[in-house]
């Protein structure tokens, strides 16, 4: 199983990267894509919503199921991955590489706390 090191995780298997602008990247785990087998249809955030940390914003759906995709810390979407929308199949094959959607925090004091709420990725992996 794939867990990077330099990322942050939630229970529920979204992946979080800070990244040097201040936004923050979001993805699904290897853990996720590997559960849900064939991912056909990714329902990604519209660009301009207002997230709070745990809200729904996103659905992946496979042959097997449909798993909700909880935001890691609030703010507004800024982006959204449409070439892995369009493809969805290619979070199976490389899960970090393929991010769903980027969040500016509302608040960088606030943002720091969420983001340190999140597990590393030890103990991420003693979740599963």
């Not at 991912?39 to 992946?60: N, S």
Request: with cysteine; charged share 20%; aromatic share 6%.
């Amino acid at each position: 199983m794939n867990i990077p090191t330099h990322l942050k995780y939630a229970a529920s298997h979204e992946w979080s990267k800070a990244e040097s602008d201040g936004t923050i990247t979001v993805g699904i785990t290897d853990h996720a894509q590997e559960a849900l087998g064939d991912i056909v249809f990714l329902e990604l955030p519209v660009i301009g919503r207002v997230l709070k940390v745990g809200e729904e914003c996103a659905v992946v759906e496979s042959v097997k199921a449909a798993s909700d995709i909880y935001a890691p810390v609030s703010g507004e979407v800024i982006a959204i991955n449409q070439a892995v929308a369009d493809v969805p199949e290619s979070v199976n094959s490389s899960p970090y590489d393929n991010w769903l959607f980027r969040i500016k925090p509302s608040n960088p004091t606030e943002m720091a706390a969420q983001l340190s709420a999140l597990l590393d990725a030890d103990a991420y992996a003693a979740t599963l």
